[in-house]
């Protein structure tokens, strides 16, 4: 007599299998199922958040603590839209996240009826699958019992596979109620594909021939799992490295061939490394605009540029500012770079970058700080030289995302997880419970604007429900600095929606944080810093910090644009930061870029 299984019970114990340990959720009817098969399982836990796109980016959070897959589940209609943000960040960012959305039944479905011209069948119905094609690597609609486990298992596979990212299976509620025989379900075969491994011959040669080599790594290292493989390499050849900014925890900064951040919001040392060099290995970057500067022609202008990149898109974006282009994996590239190339790469070099670091740090920067304020650049600052080391280290769009990721100075074993591409307000908080949940044994450090928190306040309260060890730092500055920033910057100093005057307020944070039975610490002085940050690394449990700033710190050293008589705009190179360095400053560091 066959054995039959709810498809409900069959997706947890897939889930099982796959060692699956969390699920992200918020529930609702339409996924009843799903909810009570994870509720029965012995090795996963479910995290209850208090709205889906929580769920959503902490499940995707999750994932880049862990190295594994996310899995996030929400309810149909706006349950399911609500995790689009999430989905998007987990796209843009290359995160192996499975998204599952309760729908009506088969029958009350759009899909299910056949009329694609029909906008709604079902109780809250929306054709959820149709509106994250675009941001999924797979998303389906599953209306065969039978084939559940070959999407599942395709999902899976896909999720994590070549270039990661997010996938979604959209589940009908008798689809999840319905039993079948386990023993005669359809399997997913995984395909081959092709690597172009003997170009890899290439980088022996331009190495050879070439006198001032740079590396500039990305997150892609991170995402393959090959942090530890990659700094083996780069102390084996001795060749000097920069970061992006999503890659900012790929070397300790005090690492000796680690010299800087390359970008618009990089750091002087880094952006003259790549206008230096005379050949650029790009592993685990896409090269987005953000690390080349608007004017791309100018990118390492002197460098024969190598970009390495399983993703054929993002090969052929870069045929016009590189001049070789090789598809493969991260983990190819590593292994075949450090059994095959001897590189000797020159002192001068090397001690040329490493000047420009010690010479150039971002704490010297002009940033402005009146008698005992607290200026965000000084508290980032302050902020890495207090922490002990194996923290993770979480921020909010805004400001904070920029001045991160250059005052910022990772050590070791140290996490830093920022909303990449996307720069989502709200990332923060339900991107730490995630971390949390993924290294319960680890400090969570969330740093978010009074701006950014408003987006998903309500997670104070998953927070102190399981009195996870998160810390969250609040930047007060009355808020959004960032746009009034651009506002000051392009439209004449006019200011609109950013600020307290023009009409975006906040609440006492105190009183939020009693509300929720969160202790909380108010500073405004950087004096007493130090003193703040000790008692929050030996707190355990949640935490709130108000720090007060000024309402405008300027965000430098940065690559800027010059307004042009027609009225459009030309941006800097990226060597050209601002404030600009004087003559004699650039002489004394050898800097000679043409």
């Known amino acids: 007599m066959a054995k039959l299984i709810k498809i409900s019970d069959l997706i947890v114990k897939f889930f099982e299998e796959k060692k699956v340990e969390h699920i992200f959720l918020l529930s609702g009817g339409m996924m009843m199922n799903l909810l009570d098969s994870v509720s029965k399982s012995k090795s996963i836990k479910y995290v209850c958040n208090h709205h889906e796109q929580a769920a959503s980016i902490a499940a995707e959070a999750y994932a880049r603590v862990k190295n594994e897959i996310g899995v996030c589940y929400a309810t149909s209609g706006p349950g399911a839209t609500n995790t689009i943000t999430g989905i998007a960040g987990a796209w843009l960012d290359s995160t192996p996240v499975m998204y599952l959305t309760g729908q009506s039944r088969t029958s009350l479905t759009v899909m299910g009826s056949g009329i694609k011209e029909l906008r709604m069948l079902g109780n809250f119905e929306v054709n959820i699958v149709e509106i994250v094609k675009p941001i999924t690597k797979y998303a389906v609609f599953l209306d065969e019992p039978n084939d559940v486990l070959y999407h599942l298992e395709k999902a899976f596979y896909l999720a994590s596979s070549g270039r990661p990212g997010p996938v979604l299976l959209d589940v009908p509620l008798d689809i999840q109620g319905a039993l079948v025989d386990e023993e005669k379900l359809e399997h997913f075969i995984i395909p081959h594909f092709e690597q172009e491994l003997l170009k890899l011959d290439i980088l022996t040669k331009e190495l050879e021939n070439h006198k001032r080599p740079l590396i500039i790594g990305g997150h892609g290292v991170r995402v393959a799992n090959?942090?530890?493989?990659?700094?083996?390499?780069?102390?084996?050849?001795?060749?000097?490295?920069?970061?992006?900014?999503?890659?900012?925890?790929?070397?300790?900064?005090?690492?000796?061939?680690?010299?800087?951040?390359?970008?618009?919001?990089?750091?002087?040392?880094?952006?003259?490394?790549?206008?230096?060099?005379?050949?650029?290995?790009?592993?685990?970057?896409?090269?987005?605009?953000?690390?080349?500067?608007?004017?791309?022609?100018?990118?390492?202008?002197?460098?024969?540029?190598?970009?390495?990149?399983?993703?054929?898109?993002?090969?052929?974006?870069?045929?016009?500012?590189?001049?070789?282009?090789?598809?493969?994996?991260?983990?190819?590239?590593?292994?075949?770079?450090?059994?095959?190339?001897?590189?000797?790469?020159?002192?001068?070099?090397?001690?040329?970058?490493?000047?420009?670091?010690?010479?150039?740090?971002?704490?010297?920067?002009?940033?402005?700080?009146?008698?005992?304020?607290?200026?965000?650049?000084?508290?980032?600052?302050?902020?890495?030289?207090?922490?002990?080391?194996?923290?993770?280290?979480?921020?909010?769009?805004?400001?904070?995302?920029?001045?991160?990721?250059?005052?910022?100075?990772?050590?070791?074993?140290?996490?830093?997880?920022?909303?990449?591409?996307?720069?989502?307000?709200?990332?923060?908080?339900?991107?730490?419970?995630?971390?949390?949940?993924?290294?319960?044994?680890?400090?969570?450090?969330?740093?978010?604007?009074?701006?950014?928190?408003?987006?998903?306040?309500?997670?104070?309260?998953?927070?102190?429900?399981?009195?996870?060890?998160?810390?969250?730092?609040?930047?007060?500055?009355?808020?959004?600095?960032?746009?009034?920033?651009?506002?000051?910057?392009?439209?004449?100093?006019?200011?609109?929606?950013?600020?307290?005057?023009?009409?975006?307020?906040?609440?006492?944070?105190?009183?939020?944080?009693?509300?929720?039975?969160?202790?909380?610490?108010?500073?405004?002085?950087?004096?007493?810093?130090?003193?703040?940050?000790?008692?929050?690394?030996?707190?355990?449990?949640?935490?709130?910090?108000?720090?007060?700033?000024?309402?405008?710190?300027?965000?430098?050293?940065?690559?800027?644009?010059?307004?042009?008589?027609?009225?459009?705009f030309k941006s800097n190179r990226l060597h050209e930061m601002t404030p600009e360095l004087t003559a004699k400053q650039l002489s004394e560091a050898n800097v000679n870029i043409n």
């Open 226 to 568: 090959k942090v530890k493989e990659f700094r083996e390499l780069v102390q084996k050849l001795n060749i000097p490295v920069v970061t992006t900014q999503l890659a900012n925890d790929l070397m300790p900064y005090n690492h000796e061939l680690y010299i800087g951040r390359v970008g618009l919001r990089g750091d002087r040392a880094g952006n003259f490394a790549v206008q230096s060099a005379d050949l650029i290995i790009t592993i685990g970057t896409s090269l987005h605009i953000t690390t080349t500067g608007y004017e791309q022609d100018e990118f390492a202008p002197n460098a024969t540029k190598i970009v390495i990149d399983l993703d054929s898109s993002i090969l052929k974006k870069n045929e016009s500012i590189s001049q070789i282009q090789i598809k493969a994996d991260v983990s190819t590239v590593l292994d075949y770079m450090f059994e095959n190339i001897n590189s000797v790469i020159s002192p001068e070099w090397v001690s040329k970058l490493k000047n420009w670091k010690q010479m150039f740090p971002i704490i010297n920067e002009p940033h402005i700080r009146d008698n005992d304020d607290i200026n965000t650049y000084h508290l980032m600052n302050l902020l890495s030289k207090s922490l002990i080391g194996d923290e993770i280290l979480i921020t909010d769009a805004g400001s904070l995302y920029y001045i991160t990721g250059q005052a910022f100075l990772s050590k070791e074993n140290q996490r830093v997880i920022i909303s990449g591409a996307l720069g989502a307000m709200g990332y923060a908080l339900p991107a730490s419970i995630g971390a949390a949940f993924a290294a319960s044994d680890k400090n969570i450090i969330c740093v978010t604007g009074d701006g950014s928190m408003q987006l998903n306040v309500q997670e104070l309260q998953t927070i102190a429900h399981y009195q996870l060890n998160c810390k969250i730092i609040v930047i007060n500055n009355k808020g959004y600095a960032s746009i009034r920033n651009s506002q000051a910057s392009f439209l004449e100093g006019h200011i609109a929606a950013s600020s307290e005057e023009t009409g975006v307020t906040f609440p006492n944070w105190q009183k939020l944080a009693d509300a929720y039975a969160i202790s909380f610490i108010k500073e405004s002085r950087y004096g007493y810093l130090s003193d703040v940050f000790n008692k929050m690394i030996n707190k355990k449990g949640p935490l709130m910090i108000e720090i007060i700033i000024p309402e405008n710190v300027i965000m430098i050293p940065a690559v800027t644009s010059v307004r042009l008589p027609n009225g459009s």
